[in-house]
């Protein structure tokens, strides 16, 4: 019923720059939290950034070069990536916490294919 498409991974030299990107479709009432994860080979998926009405979070090792964004009308979440670092290459996946318009009351969660990023460097 919702799906989650990313797009804007690939390959980049240390210390450019990559802006990913995130579109939520379907039978959406609202969304609510939407993240960034990545998962590096032979290593657990770990939280990037957040988004919330609250606020923003991120990873520390992130702090300072990655921003995460959002455009409520689109559905649609941003990773905007600068200065990265061969140890940032990864797969990277959207995560939504959504409400359908079938059961507004509850909450699903649900996840995006992937986009891999690769620094190089």
């Known amino acids: 019923q919702v799906r989650l498409v990313e797009s804007g991974g690939g390959l980049v030299q240390s210390g450019g720059s990559l802006r990913l990107s995130c579109a939520a479709s379907?039978?959406?009432?609202?969304?609510?939290?939407m993240r960034w994860y990545r998962q590096a080979p032979g290593k657990q998926r770990e939280l990037v950034a957040s988004?919330?009405?609250?606020?923003?979070t991120y990873a520390d090792s992130v702090k300072g070069r990655f921003t995460i964004s959002r455009d409520g009308a689109k559905n649609t979440v941003y990773l905007q990536m600068n200065s990265l670092k061969p140890e940032d290459t990864a797969v990277y996946y959207c995560?939504?916490?959504?409400?359908?318009?079938?059961?507004?009351?509850?909450?699903?969660?649900?996840w995006g294919q992937g986009t891999q990023v690769t620094v190089s460097a």
């Open positions: 379907g039978s959406i009432f609202s969304i609510d939290d």
């Open positions: 988004i919330t009405s609250g606020g923003r």
């Open positions: 995560y939504a916490d959504v409400k359908i318009l079938a059961a507004t009351d509850l909450t699903f969660h649900y």
